[in-house]
């Protein structure tokens, strides 16, 4: 009796731990499920790997990295000739390009002539973090053995690189530099930035209407073209040491005006079991300890690929969901994602909540507008609606741009008129919000 009871709960403490290991499985990103299997396979004598394949992955890697380092191309994936069939396993980025990669794209075309490509390369390396180059032109000129007006003529060139703004000494030459670019004919905002920069950040628009000789509407007028500016042209380029490559999990493609949905699933694939050890198993010449740890590993084997087969139908059905759900934005691109929660998805796919949360947690899509993690498309809404954060700042906005801007509203008063529209919100999270916005506080925001 005591035998067989603690039979029933080896058979037990077994179940969980694979029930656990099935769970792992499933949160597991396309990275970390190939780990998952690399590990098995190096600890497992029954396991073969293809290493046809992991050839395969590393040429490709080592090609697409030499094209970036040496061509300054910008790919995602990078296929050779021959390989297109291929280009699907190749690495991507998750991050955006580096601003390194994107001005030597521009720069490189110039340099058949007079230009020198390792000179623009010395001056993009030399920004700082904003975009700037705040460096003394006397000593880069030394550094590169040109005269400074040689110097000069390379900088002009860099700072007519997009995005606008780059290469700038100071951030009133960045903002100059975007007004004549997008403005030529303005002038008001120009001189507002060399002449009247802290009575702008003031808001004192009266004050320099009176400073400039113009109207209070033209100051107004030249203070939209400022904010709409980027003082830090270098913001939203990924860093050099930040590039990080994944494999997407999943791929949407269309076919006959319908999106096909397809899970990544190189990595089981490579798995296989050594016939030869299953061939021992067949003779009689084997001791029984011998045959158990065979019979183990090959157990181990086929649940670790019934585990990422699991993983791969499961991800399949959620990602199917997602797509149908955000079919907008699958077809025509970013601004279209609709409010989604995991509670909307999981009786589609007749699922718990907590096993939809698992299959897109480190999970990322690839479609015709990028890669995406699929946890982009679920939004946090607000309070117990279906309003999303995107939903409160666009009201905040109006609210903002509708007030008296002499007698600018306060948060507590944008959050009560925001309850009225029926947003449950707070007046701290108004400020935040506000803050994330780039809209001034109450009392810098009114004006004369």
Known sequence: MELEMQHGLQQKQNLS??????????????????????EIIENNPMVDLDEDYLSRQKELKEQWQWEREHNYQ??????????????????????????????????VPLCKGKYKKDVF????KSLNRKGYLDVDLSDLAGELKLTTDELKEYIEILQACEPAGIAAR?????????????????????????????????????????????????????????????????NGFAEMENLQYVHPDVFVVWHDDKPEIMVNESASARMTINPYYLKILETEKISKETISYIKNKVEQVKWAVKCVDQRNSTLQ??????????????????????????????????MHVSTVSRAIKNKY???????????????K???????????????????????????????????????????QI????VAKYRSELGILGTSERKED
């Open 74 to 107: 910008i790919a995602g994936t990078y296929a050779g000739e021959d390989q297109q069939d291929e280009k699907d396993e190749a690495p991507y980025l998750i991050t955006e390009d580096t601003l390194e990669d994107y001005l030597m794209m521009q720069l």
């Open 381 to 423: 809404t607000i309070g117990e609606g279906e309003d999303t954060p995107d939903d409160v700042k666009e009201n905040l906005r109006k609210i903002i741009e509708q007030e008296n801007k002499k007698k600018p509203l306060s948060d507590q008063k944008i959050a009560n008129m925001l309850v009225e529209k029926g947003f």
């Open 317 to 350: 059905q959620v990602a199917s969901a997602i797509v149908e759900w955000q079919e907008l934005f699958f077809r025509f691109g970013s601004g279209r994602v609709v409010p989604m929660r995991l509670a909307d998805i999981a009786p589609k796919v007749d």
């Open 170 to 234: 100071n951030i009133e030459e960045c903002l100059i530099i975007q007004i004549i670019r997008m403005c030529p004919e303005e002038t008001i905002a120009i001189r507002i930035i060399k002449e009247c920069i802290e009575l702008f950040a003031k808001r004192r628009f009266s004050s320099i209407a009176n400073m400039l000789g113009c109207t209070v509407e033209e100051v107004q007028s030249a203070a939209d073209i400022i904010y709409s500016l980027n003082p830090k042209p270098a």
């Open 17 to 38: 731990k694979k029930m656990l290991q099935s769970v792992h499985v499933l949160e597991m990103s396309m990275e970390e499920t190939e780990d998952f299997l690399k």
């Open 365 to 379: 899509v690839q479609c015709d507008y990028g890669l995406f993690p699929l946890s982009y498309f679920f939004s």
């Open 426 to 429: 707070s007046r701290r999270t």
């Open 121 to 124: 390369y010395y001056l993009v």
